[in-house]
């Protein structure tokens, strides 16, 4: 079975500096889709980035950029220039590419907080 | 943007009642899930609906949950006998037809057992 595992329980970063966020994933398939949902305060599940596991570009989107590493099965998110916004509760989630239910399978989560 | 709402955003109920949660998912979207999340712990996959069907269900869905798609719109989650580990926050997603769409979550209903 599919797992996804977060090491980190809590980060902390300055306002302004770059904070990286960590997740592995433990699979046997070849094709899926990694995602980074965002949950803040209010207990919203936002999308932050995307990423394609036959794509060997790193995904970015503005200052939210992840090194995915496909052998080591390892997929963090680097979050730069970081904003009093940017806290919150990070989930990393896997889905199987070739499935027709495509649940998510969701870490356990890293509550980042930024410091002003 | 669409977005997926759901209804009520917060539900406290008697133990042993039922509870329908609902969902409008995004209008041209043709998979729907949903979620539990126990505080402060991580979200779990309960069940996915697709072509007016279950396509997947975990192991915390049994014969207490049912999932329903009444109209073209709504999307139901049905609660039987409810207990008090049920408390939990709910979340409905859907998703596209594209296999690299991802999923949209609505802001969740707390559900809060008595």
């Known amino acids: 079975a599919q797992t996804v595992t977060q090491s980190q329980p809590e980060m902390s970063v300055q306002e302004a500096e770059t904070v990286t966020l960590s997740c592995t994933y433990d699979t046997s398939e070849s094709d899926y889709y990694l995602f980074w949902y965002k949950q803040p305060p209010s207990r919203q599940m936002i999308l932050v980035i995307r990423?394609?596991?036959?794509?060997?570009q790193n995904a970015t989107e503005n200052r939210f950029s992840v090194n995915f590493q496909k052998a080591a099965k390892s997929f963090s998110l680097k979050i730069s220039d970081s904003q009093l916004g940017d806290a919150a509760m990070y989930f990393c989630a896997y889905r199987k590419a070739n499935n027709q239910g495509g649940k998510l399978i969701f870490g356990q989560g890293t509550e980042l907080s930024v410091k002003p | 943007e669409p977005e997926v709402t759901q209804t009520p955003s917060h539900q406290v109920t008697q133990m042993g009642q039922e509870v329908i949660l609902r969902c409008v998912p995004i209008s041209n979207h043709l998979y729907f899930y949903w979620y539990r999340q126990i505080l402060g712990q991580k979200v779990e996959f309960l069940v996915s609906?697709?072509?007016?069907?279950?396509?997947?269900k975990s192991e915390i869905f049994d014969d207490q949950f049912s999932v329903e798609r009444p109209d073209g719109s709504n999307f139901t989650l049905k609660i039987r006998s409810t207990k008090l580990e049920d408390s939990a926050m709910y979340f409905c997603?859907?998703?596209?037809?594209?296999?690299?769409?991802?999923?949209?979550f609505g802001d969740g209903t707390r559900l809060s057992i008595l």
């Open positions: 997603a859907s998703r596209g037809q594209a296999p690299n769409q991802p999923q949209h």
């Open positions: 609906f697709y072509n007016n069907e279950i396509s997947e």
């Open positions: 990423q394609e596991a036959y794509k060997q």
